[in-house]
Nanobody, 127 residues
């Protein structure tokens, strides 16, 4: 079992920044690829970013590319999502997730590829 706890959400004006953190406990953190997803009211959960077990590889959704940065600190069992130039359409509950990962393909896009989830943290961007 892996327990994930997100923090760092809040209310910010458009153009502002936030950094989300996700602290993991339980199984060895470095065994898992990590992802961030978000879900706005009335919408499906969507992929935001993923990072490989070592942190050497990252992938972003087109909607956040160039504005968001995912990183991880395996010594601290924590994954981060730095969000810059926030837009009102970024408003959502943000979730971190842990998965075994695969080589090749776009497995990381599907929420079903992740076995463990945090409880989510609300991000609200005002215009």
């Amino acid at each position: 079992q892996v327990q994930l706890v997100e923090s760092g959400g809040g209310l910010v004006q458009a153009g502002g920044s936030l950094r989300l953190s996700c602290a993991a406990s339980g199984h060895t953190f470095s065994n898992y690829a990590m992802g961030w997803f978000r879900q706005a009211p009335g919408k499906e959960r969507e992929f935001v970013a993923t990072i490989s077990r070592s942190g050497g590889s990252t992938v972003y959704a087109d909607s956040v590319k160039g504005r968001f940065t995912i990183s991880r600190d395996n010594a601290k069992n924590t994954v981060y999502l730095k969000m810059n130039s926030l837009k009102p359409e970024d408003t959502a509950v943000y979730y971190c997730a842990a998965g075994i990962g695969k080589t090749g393909g776009t497995w990381y896009i599907s929420p079903n590829s992740y076995a463990y989830w945090g409880q989510g943290t609300q991000v609200t961007v005002s215009s």
